[in-house]
């Protein structure tokens, strides 16, 4: 079995959502981090990944790293009433988070790592504030199964 694939991911996840109309048929992306997340997902995987596409089944595990809010931090570090747990809006729902980042995994999109995001059959995610002097962006793990 082929090893796993571990991709680091720079930049401020933008979570793929809303499609609105522009006219004459045309929809685009309501956020707009999405294209930088999903250029900024290419760019780690063409960095990443010299080998060809994926053909077979994979599983994978994405965590998004969102930096903390400065009213978290205190004189002291870390305040006692700062939330453990990232569960804003503004970062986005998990689940279009993940469309994203597959997508940005695949070669319709660009992606030089899966033939097509259908391919994935496992996925696990979870989101959460970087550690101190952790960047924002996700590490991306891609194991191909038998």
């Known amino acids: 079995m082929p090893d796993a694939i571990t991709l680091r991911v720079y930049g401020l996840p933008g979570a ?44 994978v595990s994405i965590v998004f790293l969102f930096a903390r809010p400065r009213g ?20 986005g729902d998990i689940d279009k988070l993940c469309r994203s980042t597959l997508d940005g995994l695949s070669a319709d999109a660009g992606g030089c790592l899966l033939r097509d995001d259908s391919q994935v059959v496992s996925l696990t995610a979870q989101k959460r504030y970087c550690l101190p002097d952790e960047p924002p962006g996700a590490v991306i793990t891609v194991i191909p199964l038998p």
């Open 16 to 59: 793929q959502g809303s499609k609105r109309a522009v006219g004459r048929g045309v929809m685009v992306e309501s956020s707009k981090r999405v294209r930088p997340w999903r250029l900024a997902v290419i760019t780690a995987t063409v960095e990443t990944h010299a080998g060809s596409l994926i053909e077979g089944a994979v599983s």
């Open 72 to 91: 978290h931090i205190g004189a002291r570090g870390l305040k006692a009433s700062a939330p453990q747990h990232l569960t804003s809006r503004g970062a």
